[in-house]
C-alpha cells in the first residue's frame, strides 16, 4: 500500500504505508533533510491533517489512517520556544510547498487555531481539578485521636447513671409503700370505734 508525498516545488516521492507510523514520520523526515526534532504531519489535498504527530501509539501502521494511492502534502508543526511556558502551543501549521493554495493555507490555519484553543480549555480544566482537590483536602474535618477514649467515657458514665437512677426509684419505691402502709393504719385506726374495734381485727387482721 503505497501513497504519494508532495512537498517543495511539486516534487514527490512513494512511501509504503504499511509500516508504523513512527517509521514513516521518522522516513519523510530524513528524505527532506529534516532535523529528527521537527514536529512534522502529513495532510490530505484539501488540507485535512491526520495528526500523526498526536497519535498515542506511534506503532500502530501508518495505514490505518492513510488511504493508498492518495496524495499527502508534508506540513511542518510549529510550537513554542523550548525551555518557556508556551513550548507546546501551537504558533503555525506551514505546509512544505513552494506554492500552496491559498485555500490549503487556509485550511491549515483553522485547525491549527482549534488545536491552540483545545490545548488551553485542557490545562483550564486540569488546573480546576487541581484547585478543587486542594480545597477540599484543607475542608476536611481533623479527627481527633481520643476521640474513642471520649466516646468510651462517656458511654460508661451514662451507663453509672442509669444505674444510680435505679437504686433510686427502688429506694423511693420502698419508701413510698412504708409510708403508704403505715398512712393507712393510721388512717384505719382513726376511724374505728370501740365497739367496732374486735369485728375489724377479725376482718382486717390488724
Known sequence: ???????????EFLVNSNCS????????????GL????????CDETGTLKLLFLTKT???????????????????????????????SYKAIVPLL?????????????????????????????EAKRLAAMESSVNLPARSPKSGGAQQTTSTSSQLKVGD????????????????QTSLRDIVNSIKRPS???????????
Do not use: W
Not at 507510523?21 to 527532506?32: Q, S
Not at 501508518?62 to 525551555?83: D, H, M, Q, W
Not at 488545536?115 to 480544566?125: P, V
Not at 367496732?196 to 382486717?204: D, G, K, L
Open 1 to 11: 500500500m503505497f501513497i504519494i508525498i508532495k512537498h517543495g516545488d511539486n516534487q
Open 98 to 126: 513552494k506554492y500552496p493554495e491559498p485555500e490549503l493555507l487556509e485550511s491549515l490555519r483553522t485547525q491549527c487555531d482549534f488545536l491552540e484553543r483545545s490545548r488551553i480549555k485542557m490545562l483550564r480544566t486540569l
Open 165 to 180: 437512677q435505679m437504686k433510686t426509684g427502688h429506694l423511693l419505691a420502698n419508701h413510698s409503700i412504708r409510708l403508704g
Open 21 to 32: 507510523v513512527l517509521l514513516l514520520l521518522h522516513y519523510t523526515r530524513k528524505k527532506m
Open 58 to 88: 506511534p506503532g500502530d501502521y501508518a495505514s490505518k489512517f492513510l488511504t493508498a494511492r492518495n496524495i499527502y502534502y508534508v506540513c511542518k508543526v510549529e510550537r513554542g520556544a523550548p525551555g518557556t511556558r508556551i513550548e507546546n
Open 196 to 206: 367496732e374495734s374486735s369485728n375489724y381485727q377479725e376482718i382486717t387482721g390488724i
Open 35 to 42: 532535523r529528527k526534532t521537527d514536529t512534522i504531519d502529513l
